[in-house]
């Protein structure tokens, strides 16, 4: 396939860098490259033709995987996985099959708005298939359906094959100590735990499996607090591969901690302002 792929804005807003998002994960580029958009507008649309790949139960975000491999995550809100989806409508499921324009999501502005540190929404290729991007939305306002992004043809030779000594191979079981599973977070510290590491990698759940370098795919295994996964890896280094998934995941759960923390003060917060001008009324 050598021609470009246009990605669309699924909503109105005002685009901006992915770099400006307040979430680390994002800004700094861990679950791929993109842009994000700062909503008006509670309509979530596709931004291409596509399978979609994953919805959470708490319906958040939604992952779509075009006929070319290139997969596409659109996370509504930050920290909007707290919120176990209230406010939240969806009107697709995995395995459907839509076209660009076409509804994904819905939302209450207000509800998402109390309850999530921000409404910014990423729109991030998770997996660019080998294509590089060529243009980009410069920034400001911008429409739904307006171009966001253009992908270029596949490079040749592009994807490397993970490792070549598949004669090393390793497995472990872990525990996910993670409240809402794995999300988009946790998903991004795995798969970037794998950088530079030669080793072809696998998460089993149940019956279910996911490429472990794929964001998208191991959000779609729709893992949950408490279940266990099995890593097996091959490849040179299959021993720190999975070594590295099991640090992956802790450093997803301090991550949980501290955020659950974050929003803890900021209640605490709210209440004492709230308390204070309630006094101030009663005076």
Do not use: Y
Not at 220 to 249: F, M, N
């Amino acid at each position: 396939m050598t021609e470009q792929l246009v990605l669309t804005a699924p909503l109105d807003g005002w685009c901006e860098a992915l770099a400006a998002t307040p979430d680390p994960v994002f800004s700094a580029g861990m679950m791929g490259e993109g842009l994000a958009i700062d909503p008006v507008s509670s309509t979530v649309r596709a931004p291409c033709a596509g399978d979609v790949v994953a919805v959470p139960e708490s319906r958040h975000a939604v992952s779509l995987r075009t006929a070319c491999g290139v997969e596409i995550l659109i996370h509504v809100g930050i920290d909007t996985v707290r919120l176990g989806g209230a406010g939240f409508t969806a009107h697709v499921g995995a395995g459907s099959r839509v076209a660009q324009g076409d509804l994904l999501l819905s939302f209450d502005p207000d509800v998402v708005a109390r309850g999530a540190k921000s409404l910014v929404t990423p729109i991030v290729i998770t997996d660019p298939a080998g294509r590089p991007i060529v243009s980009r939305h410069r920034g400001g306002a911008i429409r739904a359906g307006e171009p966001l992004l253009t992908l270029g043809a596949a490079v040749v030779g592009e994807v490397a094959a993970a490792g070549a000594a598949a004669a090393h191979s390793a497995e472990e079981r872990l525990r996910v100590p993670l409240a809402h599973g794995l999300h988009a977070r946790p998903a991004a510290l795995l798969a970037q735990a794998l950088k530079g590491l030669s080793a072809e990698v696998e998460l089993h759940a149940g019956q279910r499996r996911a490429n472990a370098r794929s964001v998208v795919a191991i959000m779609a295994l729709g893992v949950r607090e408490g279940e266990e996964i099995l890593v097996r890896a091959t490849g040179r280094d299959a021993a720190q591969a999975t070594l590295a998934l099991r640090r992956g995941l802790e450093a997803a759960r301090l991550q949980e901690r501290e955020t659950a923390h974050a929003v803890g003060l900021r209640g605490i917060a709210h209440d004492i302002v709230l308390h204070t001008a309630i006094a101030v009324d009663d005076d």
